[in-house]
């Protein structure tokens, strides 16, 4: 009797299941063509950005492989070193500066919040792929940073201005709406700029100095004693590589133990240092000149006297985006063969970037509504939605340069995530409209 019951439940399950199937079809089916055409609109507006991307760093791949290399390693480390020092700080200046009042930093109060939970959630999530795939030592701090740190900037600035564009009006009037989408894309910018430049900043200096460690006590062989074996060696190694440590391998640490105030005193002038970095400084230069009125006259404006400054600088900063994902597509086409990811590392944070931090934005943004911290404004908070779902931020790759650590696995991981982000960025902005319309 329990057995024919069983079947009963189980064969009104599945005629259930073929019912709703059909609604399901149905209402598919049923959908109007400017239905359909609003999607491939969306798809087209989200994965735009993320193609570009893709094109320009085919350019530096092409620039840094064959008999005649423009884009040499010293030349990958010297560009590198401009864009750090000039053409990041310049973009983030003019940014901010242009777009950014005093009141707008005032009513978006929020917006670091969030920022702050993307960094928070991401790393405690990346933090959980290294407890699970246990990678080598100078390669977690990566891990993390990419979990962690998505891009605030170039694509936010592109793809949240042209989602204004949508047809249904869900945002605004669409001049209006490209206006504010491009402040807060703006403000995005500059306080992602200073948690990359101080959070992620630390992480991958941090890894630089473990990588130095590793060499000195053998237990990692730097490129000149690789090279002979860069033919043999894949792009993605196999789980049971001996690449892979295990958990119970430790990190070299330092020979003289130090008491609580002498690292107080070294934390305190490592975080003054990297407040001092260049594109941080071009933050806090930012926020002075956006919310100072009378500083603002003298750039920004056809009478302000000093306008050439202005757009000189603002001329140096256009070439950021560019050369950082040259640079990016030089150090993929270099690097593949010398990467030592595995290939549930590369799952596990595609799995963290793709589906579960953009699902905690979700979480985290809806709370903030119940709870009133959000202005009535659904632009507002489709930028905050967006915060959690960018790919990892390529000035990773800078950093990586910079310290001379992980920059073939970064460059791997980075190929990935803005090769999945083209169609997850679409499906998750498509599902964002629908959330808020």
């Known amino acids: 009797m329990r057995r024919i019951r069983l079947s009963s439940i189980v064969i009104r399950g599945c005629r259930i299941s073929v019912q709703f199937s059909r609604v399901i079809a149905q209402s598919f089916l049923s959908s109007s063509k400017e239905g359909i055409m609003g999607f491939w609109d969306l798809l087209v507006v989200a994965s735009e950005p993320v193609v570009q991307v893709m094109l320009i760093g085919l350019v530096g791949a092409f620039l840094a492989v ?18 750090y020092v000039v053409f990041t700080p310049s973009l983030i200046f003019a940014s901010l500066a242009k777009t950014i009042t ?10 670091p919040v969030n920022i702050g939970l993307t960094f928070v959630i991401g790393g405690a999530l990346g933090w959980l792929v290294v407890k699970l795939v246990k990678p080598e030592p100078h390669l977690r701090g990566l891990i993390i940073a990419v979990c962690s740190a998505a891009n605030l900037g170039n694509l936010m600035v592109i793809v949240a201005p042209a989602i204004c564009s949508d047809n249904s009006g869900s945002f605004g009037e669409t001049t209006r709406c490209h206006s504010r989408a491009l402040s807060y894309s703006s ?3 500059a306080l992602g700029g200073i948690y990359i430049w101080t959070h992620t ?6 890894s630089g100095k473990i990588r130095i460690k590793m060499l000195e006590y053998g237990d990692l062989k730097d490129d000149a004693q690789e090279k002979q074996n860069d033919m043999e060696a894949p792009l993605l190694l196999p789980s049971t590589s001996s690449a892979a440590i295990d958990g119970s391998q430790k990190l070299p640490e330092d020979d003289a133990p130090q008491n609580f105030f002498e690292r107080a005193k070294e934390s305190t002038l490592q975080i003054a240092e990297e407040l001092m970095s260049p594109p941080t400084a071009g933050v806090i230069m ?10 603002k006259t003298l750039i920004i404006g056809p009478s302000a006297p000093l306008r050439s400054v202005f757009d000189a600088i603002s001329l140096m900063g256009n070439a950021t985006i560019p050369s950082i994902t040259i640079i990016l597509g030089g150090n993929l086409a ?15 944070v595609m799995i963290v970037k793709l589906i579960l931090l953009p699902a905690m934005g979700l979480v985290v943004t809806e709370v903030a509504v119940r709870l009133g911290l959000l202005p009535k404004d659904p632009l507002f908070r489709y930028i905050l939605l967006l915060q959690y779902t ?3 931020a390529m000035a990773i790759g800078t950093m990586a340069e910079l310290f001379d650590v992980a920059r073939e696995e970064c460059s791997v991981l980075l190929l990935w995530n803005y090769l999945l982000s ?3 960025l679409t499906l998750w902005t498509s599902f964002y409209i629908w959330f808020l319309s």
């Open 201 to 206: 900043y630390s992480l991958m200096k941090n």
């Open 422 to 424: 083209a169609l997850a």
């Open 187 to 189: 403000f995005s910018m």
């Open 102 to 111: 005093l009141g707008d930093i005032i009513s978006w109060w929020f917006m």
């Open 390 to 392: 960018n790919p990892a």
């Open 334 to 348: 270099k690097g593949l063969r010398k990467s030592r990811l595995n290939l549930s590392t590369i799952i596990a």
């Open 286 to 295: 930012g926020f002075v000149f956006g919310a100072t009125p009378w500083l």
């Open 66 to 83: 064959g008999s005649h290399a423009i884009l040499s390693a010293d030349a990958l480390k010297h560009m590198n070193k401009v864009v």
